[in-house]
């Protein structure tokens, strides 16, 4: 065995994240670590990687007892991790966050930038990323940041390499990379720890299963001997109903209307109907302009031409602000950095947009503000101690339904979900597509972007497709994974990474 | 759909006493404090000199409750020193000219504001960080103060104006009533009202605030304006003290500030900080400072004890917000 954890317990100020953490991970495989969030497989990822100590249980690694006291013990012994967050310097090229910390030793501190530069451009070009080795890391997408991160721990020469959901900010083309590079290493010995929350991916790179549940390990085998409903089942504890599955509703009145949107160098003549109680799709790969639509119509970068109408009525959207009074509520991909203030409280956040509704005479009215956190609390049910608990606290799946209470709270009726199943377990993106159901029933408008086409078929009553900034397609919500493709891509996809 | 909210009782109780101990901390040491020095120093709890710790500290701790709002926007004012010597001398040079004492105290109050509602809009307008632009108006507002009075002080003031920073009322320092008043003021617009709800909201995260359509660049400059007019009142607290509009009042007075609000549990980064503990944080070093007189200890051992304090408190805060952080 390369790694073996036994009966890992881990506190964090009196709350148990792990109870009862095992694991053992063999050379030259890929071992599949699935929980729900919350289950515990971060805490015991940061044991490992060396970012966080144990208050309990034992860590063999070759067999030999070790603890590991920082990030640096771990890599010494060959442990590295292609973090979810990107946990790279953004104002240093992608050559010098590769090598950061691994700098070659010579006098006064010296730097050789053209070897380095050509050593990072060999292992791009060898792994033939979609990256060059000056490119600095901040005008990356995440899909970019995270290929640094994979490269970084390639670099390494690592024995065990954690990726912790490598895929969730990548689309097509894009994760089958991923899958190759976790290949590669398969093939050269090297151990595997892969977390995710895409169970339609298990299949085409997972070799053996281990399934947490409230921070104790439930189940451990070869993933063969698995049905994906049972994986499900020993995840959440329960059976679930996997295919979530919606009747459309009459469309009501027309909510947005958006006429001829033009944005230097994004988006493209765009025109798009939302009605009440209509969930639309949109499809199309990383870089289509899909984020940059929802931006645009949320006012964040404000449209160069063409209408909008919000209902019926025209709206101008140089602000979020406007949009926000205009009754459009964006939820955005990244949660922790547009999405929720994380040092703040739970009813804070949910307030925060609609400060008005809890004052009373310029004074905020606290009890209020209780009572309706309390209540959005129970209705989506948010898993936290209190609404007084920091955001920053409670996992992503609770942290997502904390931001569409926000929205909800601000009774906003055009809902734009920017990728709202990201780094979200299967028990909560089933009562993430319910809370957008009701949404819908309660006479909102949504249009949901994904890059997950199987959640798009299932939950859209019809699907836009998205490319190079124009909208390519609009198909019915029972097409096909095939039909999408078509319209989504066609040419070039090594730039969309810039 | 309708469960019934999953409340957890996480904290065990004992849990919660210690974090609650910890953050009583200051509060806890200023009392401390307080005691030791009655003990140690027979001339320290007489009325006489409780009177002039809190006229001595009265002008720190308003500037230092505008500071708290601004540092808890994630921003800084380094003028405040610079803006405390112009809203005093403006106002001084109003009465000079005749206008009555009210009127002057109003017009150094307003200079205070136009100053701050200066460094707000250019904070946001120019996207300049505040740190810089505050550094840079530091300068200028002291500058344009030095000209207007030609580097000299202000003198024909009424003498009734010196009621205001030595008067009592009630018994009391008069700039007692108008601490406890600012202090009342400024504790409810944080944890109270809409803007003291979007002060914590952009220091916790500007963006997040910006997308939860938020009027950020307004607030922000409306807390700097904020600050600005407290600045001009203790401006004017000051010019009733020393009798005269100085040019050069008030400097280093902006760091004074500072190290309250962060003695406090105010942090550079924003998104904390509370009237509470900058009121305790001004008065712990209004303590230490009148009891070091009071004991004889020379005044640059002062200077490095209170620095030392000021280490001490915020490596305090640190342990205490590690330990009750999780993940």
Request: proline fraction near 3%; charged fraction near 15%.
């Given at each position: 065995m390369l790694?073996?954890?036994?009966?890992?317990e881990?506190?964090?100020?009196g709350?148990?994240?792990?109870t009862?953490?095992?694991?053992?991970?063999?050379?030259?495989?890929v071992h599949?670590?699935l929980?729900?969030n919350?289950a515990g497989?971060?805490?015991?990822?940061?044991?490992i990687a060396?970012?966080?100590g144990r208050d309990?249980?034992?860590m063999?690694?070759q067999g030999?007892?070790?603890?590991?006291?920082?990030?640096?013990d771990a890599?010494?012994?060959?442990?590295?991790?292609?973090?979810?967050?990107?946990?790279?310097?953004p104002h240093?090229t992608?050559?010098?966050n590769l090598?950061?910390g691994?700098?070659?030793?010579?006098p006064?501190?010296?730097?050789?930038?053209?070897r380095?530069?050509?050593a990072?451009?060999?292992?791009?070009a060898e792994?033939?990323?979609?990256?060059r080795?000056?490119?600095?890391v901040?005008?990356l997408?995440?899909?970019?940041?995270?290929?640094?991160e994979?490269c970084?721990?390639?670099?390494?020469g690592s024995?065990?390499?954690?990726?912790?959901?490598?895929?969730s900010?990548?689309?097509g083309?894009?994760?089958?990379?991923?899958?190759r590079?976790v290949?590669?290493?398969?093939a050269?010995?090297v151990?595997?720890?892969?977390i995710?929350?895409?169970?339609?991916?298990?299949?085409s790179v997972?070799?053996r299963?281990?399934?947490?549940r409230?921070?104790k390990t439930?189940?451990?085998?070869p993933?063969?001997?698995?049905?994906?409903?049972?994986?499900?089942?020993?995840?959440?504890?329960r059976?679930?109903?996997?295919?979530?599955h919606?009747?459309p509703?009459?469309?009501g009145?027309?909510?947005?209307r958006v006429e001829?949107?033009?944005?230097?160098?994004?988006?493209h003549?765009?025109?798009?109907?939302?009605r009440?109680?209509e969930?639309?799709g949109?499809?199309?790969?990383?870089?289509a302009g899909?984020?940059?639509l929802c931006r645009a119509?949320?006012?964040?970068?404000p449209i160069?031409s063409?209408?909008?109408?919000?209902?019926g009525?025209e709206?101008r959207l140089?602000?979020?602000?406007?949009?926000?009074?205009?009754?459009?509520a964006?939820?955005?991909?990244d949660r922790?950095i547009t999405?929720l203030?994380?040092?703040?409280?739970?009813?804070?956040?949910?307030?925060?947009?609609?400060v008005r509704?809890?004052?009373?005479f310029?004074?905020?009215d606290?009890?209020?503000?209780?009572?309706a956190?309390?209540d959005?609390i129970?209705?989506?049910r948010?898993?936290?101690?209190?609404?007084?608990q920091?955001?920053?606290?409670?996992?992503g799946?609770?942290?997502?339904?904390?931001v569409?209470a926000?929205?909800?709270?601000?009774q906003?009726r055009v809902f734009?979900f920017?990728?709202p199943?990201?780094?979200i377990?299967?028990?909560?993106?089933?009562e993430?597509f319910?809370?957008m159901?009701e949404?819908a029933?309660s006479?909102?408008?949504i249009?949901m972007v994904?890059?997950?086409?199987?959640e798009?078929?299932q939950?859209a009553?019809?699907i836009?497709?998205?490319?190079e900034g124009?909208?390519?397609?609009e198909?019915?919500?029972r097409t096909t994974q095939?039909e999408i493709?078509?319209?989504?891509?066609l040419?070039?996809v090594?730039?969309?990474i810039? | 759909?309708?469960?019934?909210?999953?409340?957890?009782?996480?904290?065990?109780?004992?849990?919660?006493?210690?974090?609650v101990l910890q953050r009583?901390?200051?509060?806890l040491?200023l009392?401390?404090?307080?005691?030791?020095?009655?003990?140690a120093?027979?001339?320290f709890?007489?009325?006489?000199n409780?009177?002039?710790v809190?006229r001595?500290?009265?002008?720190?701790?308003i500037?230092?409750l505008?500071?708290?709002?601004i540092?808890i926007?994630?921003?800084?004012d380094l003028?405040v020193?610079?803006?405390l010597?112009?809203?005093?001398v403006?106002?001084?040079?109003?009465?000079e000219?005749?206008l009555?004492?009210p009127?002057?105290?109003?017009?150094?109050?307003?200079?205070?504001?136009?100053?701050?509602f200066?460094n707000?809009?250019m904070i946001?307008?120019l996207?300049?960080?505040p740190?810089?632009?505050?550094?840079?108006?530091?300068?200028?507002f002291?500058?344009?103060?030095?000209?207007?009075?030609n580097g000299l002080?202000?003198?024909q003031?009424?003498?009734q104006?010196?009621?205001?920073?030595e008067?009592?009322?009630?018994?009391?320092?008069f700039v007692?009533?108008?601490?406890?008043?600012?202090?009342?003021?400024?504790h409810?617009?944080?944890?109270?009202t809409r803007?003291?709800?979007?002060?914590?909201?952009?220091?916790?995260?500007?963006?997040?605030a910006?997308?939860?359509?938020?009027p950020?660049?307004?607030?922000?400059?409306a807390?700097?304006?904020?600050?600005?007019?407290?600045?001009?009142?203790a401006?004017?607290?000051e010019a009733?003290?020393?009798m005269?509009g100085?040019?050069?009042?008030?400097?280093?007075?902006?760091?004074?500030?500072?190290a309250?609000?962060?003695?406090?549990?105010?942090?550079?980064?924003?998104g904390e900080?509370?009237?509470m503990?900058t009121l305790?944080?001004?008065?712990i070093?209004g303590?230490?400072?009148?009891?070091?007189d009071?004991l004889?200890?020379s005044?640059?051992?002062?200077?490095?004890?209170?620095?030392?304090?000021i280490?001490?408190?915020?490596t305090?805060?640190e342990v205490?917000?590690r330990?009750?952080?999780?993940?």
């Open positions: 790694l073996e954890l036994h009966h890992i881990k506190r964090y100020s709350v148990a994240a792990l009862d953490g095992s694991l053992a991970v063999q050379a030259g495989e599949l670590l929980g729900e919350g497989k971060s805490t015991l990822m940061k044991i060396g970012i966080v309990g249980g034992q063999l690694w030999r007892e070790v603890d590991l006291k920082s990030p640096a890599a010494a012994i060959g442990i590295s991790m292609v973090h979810q967050e990107s946990l790279l310097a240093l992608v050559a010098e090598f950061l691994r700098e070659e030793r010579l006064f501190g010296w730097v050789r930038r053209q380095m530069m050509e990072a451009n060999r292992l791009i792994h033939q990323f979609p990256l080795a000056e490119w600095r901040e005008k997408t995440p899909a970019g940041k995270q290929l640094v994979i970084r721990a390639i670099l390494h024995s065990l390499v954690i990726f912790d959901e490598p895929t900010s990548l689309s083309s894009e994760t089958a990379e991923v899958f590079i290949k590669t290493l398969r050269r010995n151990g595997v720890i892969y995710t929350h895409r169970l339609d991916e298990l299949q997972g070799d299963v281990t399934i947490l409230d921070g439930v189940h451990s085998s993933l063969a001997e698995l049905t994906t409903d049972r994986i499900i089942q020993h995840m959440v504890g059976e679930v109903s996997t295919i979530y919606r009747d509703l009459p469309p009145d027309e909510l947005l001829g949107v033009n944005q230097k160098g994004q988006l003549d765009i025109s798009l109907l939302l009440a109680g969930i639309v949109m499809a199309g790969l990383m870089g899909r984020t940059e119509l949320f006012g964040v970068d160069d063409g209408r909008v109408f919000v209902c009525r709206v140089r602000s979020p602000q406007e949009a926000v009074d205009a009754g459009i964006l939820i955005t991909e922790q999405g203030a994380l040092r703040l409280p739970i009813a804070h956040n949910i307030t925060l947009a609609n509704r809890i004052s009373r310029g004074l905020l606290g009890a209020a503000q209780s009572t956190a309390a959005f129970g209705r989506l948010i898993r936290a101690s209190s609404h007084r920091l955001c920053g606290r409670l996992s799946g609770n942290q997502q339904k904390v569409i926000k929205w909800l709270f601000r906003a734009l920017d990728e199943t990201r780094g377990d299967v028990g909560a993106k089933v993430v319910s809370l159901h949404l029933q006479g909102a408008a249009l994904s890059s997950e086409m199987p798009l078929l939950v009553d019809r836009l497709v998205m490319r124009r909208i390519t397609a198909l019915p919500g095939e493709m078509r319209y989504a891509a040419e070039s090594s730039e969309e810039r | 759909m309708s469960e019934p909210a999953v409340a957890a009782t996480l904290p065990a109780k004992s849990r919660r006493d210690r974090i009583l901390l200051p509060f040491s009392i401390v404090l307080f005691v030791a020095l009655t003990i120093s027979p001339n709890f007489t009325s006489t409780l009177s002039s809190v001595q500290t009265a002008v720190i701790n500037m230092a505008g500071m708290t709002m540092m926007t994630g921003g800084i003028s020193g610079a803006i010597a112009m809203g005093g403006v106002g001084t040079m109003a009465m000219k005749g009555s004492i009127v002057g105290v109003l017009i150094g109050i307003l200079t205070g504001l136009s100053c701050g200066a707000g809009l946001t307008q996207r300049v960080q740190f810089i632009v505050t550094l840079g108006t530091l300068g200028v002291r500058g344009t103060t030095l000209i207007i009075t002080p202000v003198h003031i009424p003498q104006f010196s009621y205001m920073g008067g009592n009322m009630l018994g009391v320092p007692l009533w108008i601490l406890v008043a600012c202090a009342v003021i400024t409810i617009l944080l944890e109270h803007l003291g709800r979007y002060t914590f909201a952009i220091g916790s995260n500007r963006e997040a910006v997308y939860a359509g938020i950020v660049k307004f607030h922000t400059t807390v700097y304006a904020i600050g600005g007019m407290l600045t001009g009142l401006g004017m607290i009733s003290r020393l005269t100085q040019p050069t009042a008030g400097q280093g007075y902006e760091l004074q500030a500072i309250a609000v962060v003695i406090g549990g105010g942090s550079l980064q924003g900080g509370s009237v503990g305790v944080g001004a008065f070093m303590l230490l400072s009148n009891g070091s009071l004889g200890v005044p640059y051992l002062q200077q490095a004890i209170i620095g030392a304090v280490i001490l408190a915020v305090l805060d205490r917000k330990r009750t952080a999780a993940g």
